[in-house]
C-alpha cells in the first residue's frame, strides 16, 4: 500500500505555527487576567471512516475535530474550561471561565505546571506523521477485498458484520507559562473486518485488524480477512468445561490487558488513593523473575511515541520491570507530588511498553503449557484494583498434551493479579503491535476455571 502513502492530507484548516501562535495567545489572556501560571492545548483531527457489509458500501464519514483546553493557576487554585470553537472571541471567554472556576476551587498545594527544569528541549523526529491519500472509492474497493477474503474462508460464513477502513490526522500545540511549546502532526490507519460463521444451531463471530501511523506498514486487507474468516471458523462446534484448577495461555490480543492491569496498578492516582493492589512495591519483586518491560518512548513510528508528556515533561527511555522486580512508576506531576516524587513524564500515559519474551511461538507455548485452557476472548471487566482479585468470562480453546483439542465457551476464569503476574511462565515471540503495550501471547501457570451460569 506503500504507493498510496504520500504526503497528501486530508487538511487541516490552521497550521502548527497557527496553532503555536493561538496558544501564546491563550497563555497571554491567562497572565493579563492575574493567573500565576498557566498552560494550553489546541488540537485538530481530521479522519474518514469507510465500511461495507455483504459487498455493499454500508457508511462513509468524515470527521472534523478542533479543540482548545486552558488551565490556569492562581497559587494553589486550579481552574480548567475548554472549548471547540478557536475564534478569538471564543478563546477569551473559555479563558475566563477558567479563571472564574479556579476562584471558586479549594487550594491544593500539589497543583501546579511540571516543573521548568524538566520541559523538554529535544524533540527527536519520531516518524509519527503519515497522510494516507486514500479516496473514498480506494477505501471502498480495499474494504470489499477484506471481506470478500473473509467469506472466501471457509462455506459455513455466510454472514458479516462488515470490514471498515479508517484514516486518521491529528495536529497539536501544547504552551505553558514556563515559556514551553512544542506540538506535532500524527496520523493513524486502520483496516478491521468482523465475520459471522453458522453450523447447525452454532454461531461464531469473530474479527481481526491493523493499526499503523503508516498505511504502508498495514497488513494486507485479503490477509485480515483471512484471518478474521479462520478466527471465526475454529470456533464453531464450542462446548463448556468442567470446572478445574489449570495453566492459562492468554493468546497475544489479549495478553497486553494483563499489562494495562500492572500499569494500571503502578499509575499514581491508584497508589496515592490506595486502590492498587501494587501498594509500596518499588524495588518488590511484582512479576515472574524472566520477566523485564521497558518503556521506549521515541520509537520511531510508535504507537505511543512521544517527545514528550501532557504536561511538557521529556520523555526517555527506562526500565519499568527488570528481572521480575518493579523499577517504577507511572506518575504525572500532580499524583507524583502527591507521593512525594517527581513526575516520570507519563502524564497522559506510557509509551510503548516492550514486554520481554523468549524464542516460542503460540504453538511452543501450547506444548508448554501440556493440558490447559487457552483464551481467545474475554468477556465484561472482572479485576479489582484494590485487592486484584479477577473474574472474567471467556472463551477460546481447550487443549490436550499441547495440542487444541476443541473450542470452549460460556466459561469463566478467575485468580489474583499478584498471582497471575508471579506466576507467568513464558511469553511467546507472536508480539502484536496494535497498541501501546507491546507482547506475545502470556502462559500462567494456574487459575481457575469454571463452567459459566
Same mark, same amino acid.
Request: net charge negative; hydrophobic share 40%; glycine share 10%.
Given at each position: @500500500? ?29 497572565? /493579563? ?85 524538566? @520541559? ?16 473514498? +472509492? ?38 505553558? #507559562?514556563?515559556? !514551553?511549546? &512544542?506540538?506535532?502532526?500524527? $496520523? ?5 473486518? /468482523?465475520?459471522?460463521?453458522? +453450523? &447447525? ?12 501511523? /503508516?498505511? +504502508? ?32 495461555? !492468554? ?12 500499569? #494500571? ?10 486502590? #492498587? !493492589?501494587?501498594?509500596?512495591?518499588? &524495588?518488590?519483586?511484582? @512479576? ?16 505511543? #511515541? ?49 514486554? $520481554? ?33 479477577? $473474574?472474567?468470562?471467556?472463551?477460546? !480453546? ?23 503476574? @508471579? ?12 497498541? $501501546? ?15 459459566? +451460569?
Amino acid at each position: @500500500m506503500s504507493q498510496s502513502d504520500t504526503h497528501q492530507s486530508l487538511g487541516f484548516n490552521y497550521s502548527l505555527d497557527d496553532l503555536k501562535a493561538m496558544s501564546a495567545q491563550v497563555l497571554q489572556l491567562a497572565k /493579563s487576567a492575574g493567573a500565576s501560571a498557566a498552560d494550553a492545548e489546541i488540537s485538530l483531527g481530521v479522519g474518514q471512516n469507510v465500511s461495507v457489509r455483504m459487498g455493499e458500501t454500508e457508511t462513509i464519514e468524515y470527521n472534523r475535530d478542533k479543540g482548545m483546553s486552558v488551565t490556569v493557576y492562581f497559587g494553589q487554585q486550579r481552574g480548567n474550561a475548554s472549548t471547540s470553537d478557536l475564534s478569538p472571541k471564543a478563546l477569551q471567554d473559555t479563558v475566563a471561565a477558567a479563571c472564574n472556576i479556579a476562584k471558586y476551587t479549594a487550594q491544593d498545594e500539589f497543583c501546579g505546571l511540571a516543573d521548568a527544569e524538566l @520541559m523538554a528541549k529535544d524533540f527527536p523526529e519520531l516518524d509519527l506523521y503519515h497522510p494516507w491519500a486514500l479516496s473514498v +472509492e480506494e477505501a471502498i474497493l480495499l474494504a470489499k477485498e477484506c471481506e470478500a477474503a473473509a467469506l472466501e474462508v471457509d462455506s459455513r460464513i455466510q454472514n458479516s458484520e462488515g470490514a471498515s477502513v479508517s484514516i486518521s490526522e491529528g495536529l497539536f500545540a501544547y504552551a505553558n #507559562s514556563h515559556g !514551553f511549546v &512544542g506540538g506535532y502532526p500524527t $496520523s493513524r490507519h486502520g483496516i478491521s473486518c /468482523s465475520v459471522i460463521a453458522e +453450523e &447447525g444451531e452454532s454461531m461464531q463471530r469473530d474479527y481481526w485488524y491493523s493499526s499503523t501511523r /503508516s498505511a +504502508e506498514d498495514l497488513d494486507s486487507p485479503a490477509n485480515i480477512g483471512r484471518i478474521a474468516g479462520d478466527r471465526a471458523v475454529r470456533r464453531l462446534g464450542s462446548r463448556a468445561i468442567k470446572t478445574a484448577q489449570v495453566p492459562v495461555l !492468554f493468546e497475544a490480543p489479549l495478553a497486553s490487558g494483563l499489562i494495562s492491569s500492572l500499569i #494500571s496498578a503502578i499509575s499514581g492516582g491508584s497508589l496515592y488513593r490506595k486502590s #492498587s !493492589f501494587l501498594l509500596d512495591s518499588l &524495588g518488590k519483586q511484582v @512479576m515472574s523473575s524472566n520477566i523485564s518491560i521497558i518503556e521506549t518512548p521515541h520509537l520511531k513510528r510508535g504507537l505511543a #511515541s512521544a517527545p514528550f508528556d501532557n504536561e511538557g515533561v521529556t520523555t526517555s527511555p527506562r526500565t519499568l520491570v527488570k528481572d521480575g522486580i518493579l523499577q517504577g512508576y507511572v506518575l504525572s506531576t500532580y499524583s507524583a507530588r502527591k507521593l512525594g516524587m517527581k513526575t516520570t513524564g507519563n502524564a497522559g500515559g506510557n509509551h510503548n511498553l516492550i514486554i $520481554s519474551h523468549g524464542d516460542q511461538d503460540l504453538n511452543g507455548l501450547l506444548k508448554i503449557m501440556g493440558t490447559g485452557l487457552l483464551v481467545t476472548e474475554l468477556l465484561g471487566h472482572g479485576l479489582n484494583m484494590v485487592t486484584g482479585d479477577y $473474574s472474567r468470562g471467556a472463551a477460546g !480453546f481447550w487443549v490436550e498434551n499441547g495440542v487444541i483439542a476443541y473450542p470452549v465457551e460460556e466459561i469463566t476464569i478467575a485468580g489474583n493479579m499478584k498471582d497471575m503476574l @508471579m506466576q507467568i511462565v513464558a511469553v511467546g515471540n507472536d508480539v502484536l503491535v496494535q497498541g $501501546s503495550k507491546q507482547t506475545g501471547s502470556i502462559l500462567i501457570e494456574r487459575m481457575t476455571v469454571a463452567a459459566g +451460569e
